[in-house]
């Protein structure tokens, strides 16, 4: 798939943009801070509805106005989708296919990308909500229906949470909670198995794509952490009976959260939290046996963090029927040394469409100098307006 064209209404900087955009690498080059950035943060939020910048939709509407405007034609074959997303500050955000509403959470199975950008190096040295909001972002591409899934169990959770704390201050009846576990039980297996999974067939392709990009061989691993298996409801404690590699049956995710629930519910009350499922669990991330965060190199942390998105692109197009998902890498090219640079060069080159930015023009490797589109103040300028 491709994006032929996009179009911009009040979206950050821009007040209005059109560009056409081509098959193969796009360069969007400019200075900093004239919204290279903001166009690509619009295409990833068409594909994820979430930004990789900020946590609020509203950041993203330009200043002083109601709402903002992401359309996009996207080309796969034969085939032409116009897609679109209306950003509000009042009201549920508003989405189209073909001019015809749909519901928003339904975008992404009409529109795949994946996003590398300096922030994603958290997904190696940062907290776990960062990587497991990058795995559920990949499960909802992979199976929209999941998105429905996910706000269901933070919906139980929420709810279970407050009668938790309601019953700690209250000393109030518990025999609610028994139904709200159920609930929490079947969400959230569902969500700890289809991760799982998810997790067993990116584990060879991140191995790869570190070979690819490191060009050496540190044997890069990927395994869950899961809180229903852990000892033990410390957030500190790494509690090796909870690490699993491969897919998981539901039968045995099942029985093991209620077991969970069961042998936590004490603490649990004296907390007022829910202290198992999949919101407290994690993506353990190795080199050489050894946990990537704190032990990796600025380098490795980087290749890994990389092997990460590019084996989610790999995955994504092995099960796609509507051609590559869009690759976009956002300022990356300045933060990696010239082998890397060109590693990634050769990893990324065989994507239907890679959507780049980048301050200079010269940090870019050459086989993916191609399309080449300047900004400044949030428009698209010639090279004698530069």
């Known amino acids: 798939m491709i994006v032929s064209h996009l179009t911009l209404t009040d979206f950050r900087n821009y007040e209005t943009l059109d560009v056409a955009l081509n098959p193969g690498a796009n360069l969007f080059v400019g200075s900093n801070g004239q919204g290279k950035t903001n166009l690509v943060e619009s295409l990833g939020y068409l594909s994820t509805l979430g930004s990789h910048r900020v946590s609020t939709d509203h950041a993203m509407i330009r200043q002083g106005q109601d ?12 085939r032409e989708i116009l ?59 992979r199976t929209p229906r999941m998105s429905g899934v996910i706000a269901d169990y933070e919906r139980v959770l929420r709810q279970r949470n407050t009668l938790l704390k309601t019953a700690r201050n ?84 099942t029985e093991g959260f209620r077991a969970s629930l069961s042998r936590l519910r004490r603490s649990e009350m004296e907390r007022g939290i829910t202290l198992g499922g999949p919101h407290r669990d994690d993506v353990i991330l190795e080199l050489n046996g050894m946990p990537a965060r704190g032990y990796a190199s600025h380098g490795e942390s980087w290749s890994f963090a990389l092997a990460l998105k590019l084996a989610s692109a790999e995955v994504l197009r092995r099960e796609s029927s509507s051609g590559d998902p869009v690759v976009i890498l956002d300022d990356v090219f300045a933060e990696l040394d010239e082998s890397r640079r060109g590693r990634l060069a050769t990893a990324v080159g065989d994507f239907e469409q890679v959507l780049i930015t980048a301050a200079v023009f010269g940090d870019v490797p050459e086989q993916l100098a191609g399309t080449v589109v300047r900004i400044k103040g949030g428009k698209v300028v010639s090279d004698d307006e530069r």
């Open 67 to 78: 709402s903002a405007i992401v359309r996009a034609r996207l080309v796969h074959g034969e």
């Open 83 to 141: 897609a679109e997303v209306q950003l509000n500050r009042a009201g549920a955000n508003r989405a189209q296919i073909n001019r015809s509403a749909i519901k928003t959470r339904e975008l992404p199975r009409y529109f795949s990308s994946v996003l590398f950008a300096p922030e994603d190096l958290a997904l190696v040295r940062g907290d776990p909500s960062g990587r497991r909001r990058f795995l559920d972002e990949l499960l909802v591409l």
């Open 170 to 253: 209250a000393r109030s009846d518990l025999s609610t909670l028994d139904i709200w576990d159920e609930r929490l039980v079947s969400f959230g297996s569902e969500i700890i198995v289809a991760r799982s999974s998810l997790l067993a067939e990116l584990s060879p392709e991140v191995a790869r794509a570190y070979r690819s990009i490191a060009g050496a061989d540190h044997a890069a691993k990927v395994s869950s952490y899961l809180s229903i298996f852990a000892s033990s409801a410390d957030d500190d404690t790494v509690d090796s009976s909870a690490t699993r590699s491969g897919p998981l049956e539901n039968v045995m995710v």
